[in-house]
């Protein structure tokens, strides 16, 4: 049964699907295909046109813009049970706004844009079904970029750090830095000389280790930064 395509993912979100495409159209359970897509393939390219709806089954992907000279600014981590193509189909939008990278291995269920709005069009509940979750999902994105340009520079580290870690699966018992701290500071979106006074403040803090100028995030340290960023940030 075609339903089973969701059994992998997380049991409230696998519920969500199954009732999101209990009624979906023959043209839909037809053209639906699964994907492997490896780590580090960009599989959503901005500017190209938006002809598939894509759903993550598995894994984690990275949204990345590139605002300038081809450096990209990776900005948040989306996983199993989030859409992409689809808020541009809504919108009338013909190309894809964001690029999306497969930060691991992920299983994706793609869907033509053109069956999947006509289904869409059929099927008022799927509608607001997907309508609701999109406008929770746009409100609490502009709450969390809003939230991100009040921050002081060491829990911006943080927050960086965090994501950085969490997409090393499996997890490391410590996480060495490869990048230059001019690409930390540009992918974070401050000064080097800030990101440098970041990192000493997070070192003092017992979070993170500097071996040979390279950032280290031990294990306890990742965890001990999420329960900062969860009690002290985002309250």
Known sequence: MYLEIFKELPQEKRAYMELL????????????????????????????????????????????????HDRCYPFKDFGPGDFFGEIECFAGLPCYRISI?????????????????????????????RTQENMHRLITQTAEARKYLFMEGKDRLMVHLIRLFEQRQPQPEYLELKKTRPQLAEEIGFSVKTLNRSIQHLEEMGLIQVRKGKVVIPREGFYQMKTHVEHHVNG
């Open 101 to 129: 990278l497969a930060a691991t291995k992920c299983r994706v269920l793609t869907i033509p844009a053109v069956c999947y709005m006509e289904w869409m069009r059929m099927d008022v509940d799927a509608l607001f079904m």
């Open 21 to 68: 495409f209990r009624n979906c159209t023959e043209e839909v359970r037809y053209y639906m295909s699964l994907v492997e897509i490896p780590a580090n393939q960009t599989f959503i390219k901005a500017g190209t046109e938006c002809t598939q709806i894509f759903m993550i089954l598995s894994g984690t992907v990275t949204g990345v813009e590139w605002p300038a």
